[in-house]
């Protein structure tokens, strides 16, 4: 069972709602879609993540709400607002946002998109040679594999997978059956491409395509043979993705997870997508089967997917619409000629995603895998892609006799096919896997070799802020720690055996540990800075995460501002402390950096007296990091390594005035404008640590 969270209730003016916190977010991201000062292609990606996280809100966030209202639950979070009410105000925010976003699009993006020879033409647009080149890609390319559907009593309406391409068709007349239902549906196959490009020599532009959606729209007519195409519409989906499996019933989780996996296609529909075309009349049709209301409509100017847009940048060959390439470094004690675990017996090495490479991680596995002084590997894997060379070495060290573990969450959500898939690879070549803690999350990132050496057993160990994930940390702003600290190597065994094992927990020597010491140890250093400012010495917090909503950690923080500790709060995504309210805030700062990398690494600095006490970690300050979830915060000990953690991971941060956004109050946000030097803490950081590009 989880451990029950915390219950104490603290005044509802305190905190900021989650779900209005995380839109606030969406928006900030979409700015940079918006500016100019970011590569053109790069815009268009920009646009098409805030199109893929909204759907992950509706597929999780909105859909739990709804499942509140459904259980006619009158709990409100801390924030007060009730699930009806926090609803609506959901529905009127996220319908400006999209009309934001397609407003970019078709006014600003496109047609700049369009002076540098990338054309999107639309069906007016085609030239007699485009449309016949189109008419003959539908017959041998699309319409063999679709498969219209009439509606009528033998045919009832077809199940919609989540977020598919389908069109609802208005008809007119008889077919050779008599029949005149008036309505079909066709359904787009994902094998089809959403996004076509035409050949070079039918076009002036160089990149030149045309959508699906537009090809289908424009030779409808071939399916319905003599039938009258009154309207074609295109619309999509967005079901209820979240995966419920029932710890008191399931007795093998993973056969358990396949067979909820097959049902998470066809969840209840918690968002209706329509083309801004739409008929009202289609649209309530659609809208009743669905079992949704008005106010889960979203009509579309231009097609109902964007995130199919986000191969576009990777098919065109210019550059100069990009971010310019670069070359992630190596810290110094790396050096190519020095065998890597003599490297890490002289030092700890911290790493610094992806600005510096996660190479080194990926030659300790490899170096591991094939030495035989190596006698065990443990490691947890939470997200690590359905390619991935660490699983590959993984198998081998398995196959060559190695005592293998690996802790393997099969609930990271939407990772589950590929983590399942992992866990039968690696169980036919020997590989222990068990999956944690039922219940807890397994999103603490280690990995613990163990080594024969002259003077008997060593563990090295990785330590990180981001997942076993290789392309991710091309993307993801992360720290990793490598290590043969022998402390910090008992705290790790201690986990595995927790991990795979059962006994009570033990105290740990550095590590502090969800769900038992990490929030405990998190409100304990806030109160010592406030016991330090009280006695009139600094007191000085820093600290950068994803998120920070956990309440009693929120309060400790407003109990610290009040006591007169200086508190700088680097949060990217949802904020439910309020900063700057007089009496109760008016010491603490919160910023948002978004930029041409996903900030990802969680840092606490704690002033301490002049200790200067810095934890990395795993884990965001949110109830489900800090009660629910298997995580780490681990210590940077060596003085050397500390002054780097505050030179590349805090202060750059703090002192950004480009990509940074001041939080107020209410919960909105102000964009920091340049006065004098403009400072982007990525680009500096891609500048200081980067090798040549």
């Known amino acids: 069972m989880n451990r029950p969270l915390n219950l104490k209730r603290f005044p509802t003016e305190h905190f900021i709602n989650r779900e209005l916190s995380l839109l606030q977010f969406q928006r900030r991201v979409l700015a940079q879609a918006a500016d100019k000062g970011v590569p053109l292609l790069e815009r268009l990606r920009f646009l098409c993540i805030v199109s893929s996280n909204l759907d992950e809100f509706f597929e999780i966030r909105v859909s739990g709400i709804k499942e509140q209202i459904r259980l006619l639950s009158g709990a409100s979070g801390n924030d007060g607002l009730s699930p ?88 007119e007349g008889r077919d050779a059956f008599g029949r005149d239902s008036g309505a079909a549906i066709v359904q787009a196959p994902r094998a089809l491409p959403r996004v076509i490009r035409l050949p070079s020599d039918i076009c002036e532009a160089e990149y030149t395509f045309v959508f699906l959606s537009s090809v289908l729209h424009d030779q409808v007519g071939a399916l319905f043979s003599g039938m009258n195409v009154l309207g074609c519409y295109q619309f999509r989906v967005t079901r209820n993705s979240d995966l419920f499996v029932d710890e008191e019933e399931v007795k093998d989780l993973r056969a358990t997870l396949k067979g909820e996996l097959q049902q998470r296609h066809y969840g209840d529909a918690v968002r209706l997508e329509v083309a801004d075309n739409c008929s009202e009349e289609m649209a309530d049709f659609l809208l009743q089967h669905f079992r949704l209301g008005r106010d889960d409509l979203y009509r579309t100017p231009g097609i109902v997917n964007l995130v ?54 990926i030659d300790l596995l490899r170096a591991a895998a094939d030495d035989p002084q190596v006698v065990a590997i443990k490691m947890t894997v939470y997200r690590t892609g359905t390619d991935s060379v660490l699983m590959e070495h993984l198998v081998r060290a398995a196959q060559k006799g190695k005592e293998v573990t690996v802790v393997l969450e099969l609930m990271a959500r939407f990772d589950e096919e590929a983590n399942i898939s992992w866990a039968n690879r690696l169980e036919e070549v020997g590989v222990h896997v068990v999956y944690g803690v039922f219940g807890y999350k397994t999103h603490a990132k280690l990995l613990m070799l163990v080594r024969r050496e002259e003077s008997g057993l060593r563990r090295y160990v990785h330590l990180g802020t981001g997942n076993y994930h290789p392309r991710t940390t091309r993307f993801y702003t992360d720290f990793g720690l490598l290590t043969c600290n022998e402390d910090i190597g008992e705290d790790v065994a201690e986990l595995f055996k927790q991990l795979t094992g059962l006994g009570k927990a033990s105290a740990l020597r550095h590590l502090w540990q969800a769900p038992f010491s990490l929030q405990p140890n998190v409100v304990a250093a806030i109160q010592r800075e406030t016991e330090i400012a009280a006695a009139g010495r600094k007191g000085r917090i820093i600290a950068k995460m994803n998120a920070l909503l956990e309440p009693e950690t929120i309060e400790a923080l407003y109990g610290a501002s009040q006591a007169g500790v200086e508190i700088d709060l680097i949060v990217r995504g949802p904020c439910a402390l309020r900063p700057g309210v007089p009496g109760l805030s008016e010491n603490i700062r919160v910023r948002s950096v978004i930029g041409r990398f996903l900030e990802h690494h969680r840092i606490f600095h704690f002033h301490a007296d002049g200790e200067d006490v810095i934890y990395l970690s795993s884990a965001d300050w949110m109830d489900r990091n800090f009660f629910r979830r298997i995580e780490i915060a681990f210590p940077v000990l ?26 107020q109050p209410d919960g909105s946000y102000r964009r920091k404008t340049p006065r004098g030097t403009r400072r982007a803490a990525q680009i500096i950081l891609l500048a200081e640590l980067s090798a040549a590009s």
């Open 84 to 171: 009806a009410d926090l609803l609506a105000r959901l529905s009127t925010e996220v319908h400006k946002l999209i009309a934001e976003q397609y407003s970019l699009l078709n006014d600003d993006i496109l047609p700049a998109l369009q002076a540098e020879g990338v054309v999107f033409l639309r069906r007016r647009q085609w030239s007699e040679a485009q449309r016949a080149w189109i008419a003959d890609y539908f017959q041998r390319e699309v319409m063999p594999v679709l498969t219209p559907i009439g509606l009528d009593p033998a045919h009832p309406f077809p199940r919609v997978l989540n977020k598919s391409l389908n069109f609802a068709v208005e008809l």
């Open 308 to 361: 199919r847009l986000m191969q576009v940048p990777d098919w065109v060959d210019r550059p100069d619409l990009k971010y310019p390439p670069f070359l992630p470094g190596l810290p110094r004690a790396l050096d190519k000629r020095r065998e890597i675990f003599a490297a890490i017996r002289s030092q700890d090495i911290l790493l610094h995603h992806p600005f510096q490479s996660f190479a080194p991680v």
């Open 638 to 663: 060596d003085p050397r390594l500390k002054r780097r953690v505050m030179k590349e991971g805090l202060r750059p941060y703090l002192g950004d005035n480009c990509q940074a956004w001041e939080m």
